[in-house]
């Protein structure tokens, strides 16, 4: 089952701030955020797993309510480099049983 | 390091042709994931191999795809009989792990005709 994200686009100045969700219906184990620039490959931004723990970038920050089944990806001060699409992927069970379902992106426009 | 090989770049092929894409993944990544990427059906995963053995292949969409990883070093993603419908990006990445940053190869452009 696909995971929602929201919004779907987002259209910025450079230097302000924004929040990108993801939520699932099912239980998560993990979720992933990549961002993919036009003709690109996806990029790794972070993994937050169930527990509390994260990998990624100190630029980049985000949470996890493993509750509502709910990740957000937040973007301060933005720059124009972060300009792409954004990608939530989940992972359902733990131990590599599944692989990640991504949703359908969040596109995130920064403007000079 | 040279990160995640895929080939061809790009490749044009008429309705019924066979087509083979070809992944390296990184060497000492032993978790290997194959995805198609359109505009309708965003970025999905078709396989993923873990220590070269299939372990989830749900995300193949019927049996004209089949996918195999002789070794730790290289993949295969097969389509045959092509179709129009299978006209997209397909994107390899390798890991650690499956909870892990995947690296995604540049993608091979498949257009059939």
């Known amino acids: 089952q696909q995971p929602v994200q929201s919004p779907q686009a987002v259209i910025l100045r450079e230097g302000e701030d924004a929040v990108i969700n993801c939520s699932s219906s099912?239980?998560?184990?993990?979720v992933h955020w990549y961002r993919q620039k036009h003709g690109e490959a996806p990029v790794f931004l972070m993994i937050l797993l169930k527990g509390g723990e994260q990998k990624g970038h100190e630029k980049i920050s985000a949470s996890f309510n493993e509750k509502k089944q709910q990740s957000s990806l937040y973007l301060t001060a933005s720059q124009l480099s972060y300009s792409g699409t954004y990608f939530c992927?989940?992972?359902?069970?733990?131990?590599?049983?599944?692989?990640?379902?991504f949703g359908k992106g969040t596109h995130l426009i920064i403007q000079p | 390091d040279a990160g995640v090989i895929q080939s061809p770049r790009h490749e044009v092929t008429e309705m019924g042709q066979e087509v083979t894409l070809r992944c390296k993944p990184i060497s000492g990544h032993n978790s290997l994931f194959w995805y198609r990427q359109t505009m309708m059906r965003g970025l999905e995963l078709l396989i993923y191999?873990?220590?070269?053995?299939?372990?989830?292949d749900s995300g193949m969409p019927e049996d004209r795809f089949s996918a195999k990883m002789p070794n730790a070093s290289f993949s295969t993603l097969k389509i045959q009989p092509s179709e129009p419908r299978d006209s997209a990006v397909y994107f390899c990445?390798?890991?650690?792990?499956?909870?892990?940053?995947?690296?995604f190869g540049p993608g091979t452009r498949l257009t059939v005709t």
């Open positions: 990445a390798s890991s650690v792990g499956i909870s892990y940053e995947q690296y």
């Open positions: 099912k239980a998560l184990y993990s």
């Open positions: 191999f873990n220590n070269n053995v299939p372990i989830d």
């Open positions: 992927g989940t992972e359902y069970s733990g131990g590599g049983a599944d692989g990640l379902t």
